[in-house]
């Protein structure tokens, strides 16, 4: 293994944050979990609670030691909103690395009202810039690894694979000569949380351009899955699991779904397509990261951080043939392509040694099993989606739960 070193995780009480935590722990490094709550926050202002019981993160760093003999350590801080904390906190700790989860990271969250928007501009916006100047300011040439997203780059395929991360483009000079350009790929977010990584990416290029700063980027497609090696070894390391209309994502819905017999709900016809990925790759992902850390100088690394693609009514009709669930053809309370291609290039990540976890690996049983255990704890009127994209929409979806 790599030199141990002192990491930073910032989010990390999230559905990523922690086991990412656990696996850094686990392969010998010092970790620190920053994190200001404010997801547990929010799932008590949505009326919900993660499918799988969460203790308190000071409880689950207890059991991680008691297991283990590793100690995590965690600080309580708000990266948008203490920027003077944040400042002294990573003067004192000296972090050799930093992995940046800390925005709120659900879209029909960041969509449900003017109120939200503002939220989620206003805290991952300042909480990324605050991070980036606080590590200038400071002096501490920590290499920083930010958790972004495939969806900043939008889904209107022209049936060319999405790059990762930059785009070569022929362009014509003014003398009518053709040059070639680097250019960023272009963002096409699809609502405000994928708007405020777009901007992430634009402060990234700036900081790592003007100060040096070691920059990597993961765009990350979505996460499926909950247990890892580590979050197996105790019931009381177990992974948060999301399963509301706002912040559950599609897979690990559906396969909630089917275990309490509620109709899978497809938006629309379901022929979205998107990039996924197992929990258990994405923190081996962030561990390959880390290992290959860009040079002061270097240009922003970005990696497309998925493993396969998949069509939403592909997922829907495979976890009904599993199961025998129904499956509901819903209206979209969203504003996105009914139909799209998507074809991802991820040979970074391959190329680095990542063997990808497919959904045919029986890890989907595994989610089911997870939700029939603790189904008595899934308020079945918080499954539906209710966030609308615009008020027309609104006005066409049904958003009584
Ligand atoms: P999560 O909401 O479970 O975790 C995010 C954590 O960050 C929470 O514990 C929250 O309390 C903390 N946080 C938020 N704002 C903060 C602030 N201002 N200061 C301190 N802490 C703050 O999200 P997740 O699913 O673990 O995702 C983590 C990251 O990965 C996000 O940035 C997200 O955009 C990205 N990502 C997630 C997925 C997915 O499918 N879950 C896919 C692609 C990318
Ligand atoms: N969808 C359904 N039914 C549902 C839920 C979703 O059909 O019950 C559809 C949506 O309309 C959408 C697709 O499934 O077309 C994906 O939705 P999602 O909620 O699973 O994913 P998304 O909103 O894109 O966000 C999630 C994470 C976010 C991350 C992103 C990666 O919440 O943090 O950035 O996945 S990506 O999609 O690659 O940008």
Known sequence: ??????????????????????????????????????????????????????????????????????????????????????????????????????????????????????????????????????????????????????????????????????????????????????????????????????????????????????????????????HTDQTRRHVQLINRFDYDGDYGTVLNRFLIQAAIDYPLTVHGTGGQTRAFIHIQDSVRCVELALANAPAAGDRVKIFNQMTETHRVRDLAELVASKTGAEVAYLPNPRKEAAENELVVKNEQFLALGLEPTTLAEGLLDEVVEVARRYAHRIDRKRVPAVSAWTREIAKSVDTDP
Not at 74 to 90: C, I, P, S, T, V
């Open 1 to 226: 293994m790599e030199a141990p070193m002192r990491i930073a995780v910032l989010g990390g009480d999230g559905f990523v944050g922690w086991p990412t935590s656990l696996h850094l722990s686990d392969l010998g490094h010092e970790v620190t979990i920053v994190d200001n709550l404010s997801r547990r926050w929010i799932d008590t202002e949505l009326g919900v609670q993660s499918l799988t019981p969460m203790d308190s993160i000071q409880e689950r760093c207890r059991i991680w030691y008691q297991e283990t003999g590793k100690r995590i350590n965690f600080h309580l801080l708000d990266l948008a909103k203490e920027y003077e904390r944040l400042k002294q906190w990573l003067a004192e700790t000296k972090p050799d690395a930093v992995i940046h989860f800390a925005e709120q990271r659900a879209a029909p969250y960041s969509m449900k009202s003017d109120r939200h928007k503002v939220y989620t501009v206003d805290n991952n916006v300042n909480a990324t810039h605050n991070l980036l100047t606080a590590l200038v300011e400071t002096g501490i040439d920590a290499h920083l690894v930010h958790l972004g997203t495939m969806g900043v780059y939008g889904y209107s395929s022209v049936g060319a694979a999405i790059p990762e991360g930059y785009l070569d483009v022929e362009v014509e000079t003014l003398s009518g000569d053709k040059a070639r350009q680097e250019i960023l790929y272009p963002t096409r977010p699809g609502s405000v949380y994928h708007m405020t990584k777009s901007l992430d990416q634009i402060l990234f290029q700036f900081y790592a351009q003007n100060d040096g700063l070691r920059i990597t980027d993961l765009h990350q497609g979505i996460v499926w899955g909950t």
